[in-house]
């Protein structure tokens, strides 16, 4: 999703493609003690963006995770070939289904908790 920072009435948000150039990305362990709980990671990219209704931006994002990513990219927008006379557009993406994956373990446990405290309350005298 990109959003203009041109001005407050420019205020849109438009669905974007961005494709990861060249970047980098750091890994570390979620605990160094137990490896099996995975890793955790975040980076930086340069990415170009395509949108139906401009011509193909570039510019750089952030990623944390898997569910996060945020960013500027840069339309020339105007077709003067000057890139960075307009304000950048920003960008941001969340993988909800990725982070309902991660939390759904979590949130199932939680919810067998509720049921047994439920069980308990209903069946005290």
Do not use: C
Not at 68 to 97: A, K, Q
């Amino acid at each position: 999703m990109e959003i203009s920072t041109n001005a407050v009435k420019d205020l849109r948000a438009k669905e974007s493609l961005l494709i990861d150039v060249v970047g980098h990305t750091w890994y570390r362990w979620r605990d160094p003690n137990e490896p099996s709980k995975g890793l955790d990671y975040w980076g930086i990219a340069a990415v170009t963006a395509f949108r139906s209704d401009l011509r193909p931006g570039i510019g750089v994002m952030a990623h944390y995770g898997r569910f996060i990513n945020v960013g500027v990219v840069w339309h020339e927008s105007n077709n003067d070939s000057r890139w960075f006379n307009e304000p950048p557009f920003f960008v941001m993406g969340i993988d909800l289904f990725r982070f309902a994956e991660y939390k759904a373990p979590h949130l199932e446990k939680r919810l067998q908790e509720l049921g047994v405290r439920e069980n308990r309350i209903i069946s005290a005298p």
